[in-house]
């Protein structure tokens, strides 16, 4: 069974994207840099740099269960082919072995990401 991710109000601006969290209502020095912004006097209205301005956000742990499978699948895809280019423009005596078992690891990962019921 599948984990869905919780979404929480963001702790840092209560839930409203705003950041509030400096002096006297104005933002903060993280959502100052988030935006790109440089300024000597205090700067209100910037949008939350910790959400990004929604209010709402995931869980770290949530963020990383569902950023990981997909990047180690491209790092897979990637490593593969540059293994099969080298093994290939070297003339490795292992390079039919290689192929055939990078073929069948790349074929596993790409059709589980590209089935219905795989890459959710």
């Avoid at 301005?53 to 490593?79: E, M, Q, V």
């Avoid at 293994?83 to 990078?102: A, K, M, R, Y």
Wanted: overall charge positive; aromatic content about 8%.
């Amino acid at each position: 069974m599948e984990e869905v991710s919780k979404i929480y109000e963001c702790a840092h601006c209560n839930g409203t994207g705003t950041c509030t969290s400096a002096k006297e209502g104005s933002s903060c020095a993280h959502c100052i840099k988030k935006a790109e912004l440089k300024s000597n006097e205090p700067l209100f209205g910037i949008a939350c740099g910790t959400c990004w301005g929604i209010g709402k956000t995931d869980s770290a742990t949530s963020r990383l269960r569902h950023r990981t499978p997909p990047i180690l699948a491209i790092a897979i895809i990637f490593a593969s082919f540059l293994t099969i280019i080298i093994f290939g423009s070297t003339n490795n005596v292992h390079f039919p072995e290689t192929l055939s078992l990078l073929g069948a690891l790349m074929g596993s990962v790409i059709t589980f990401y590209f089935t219905k019921a795989g890459g959710k």
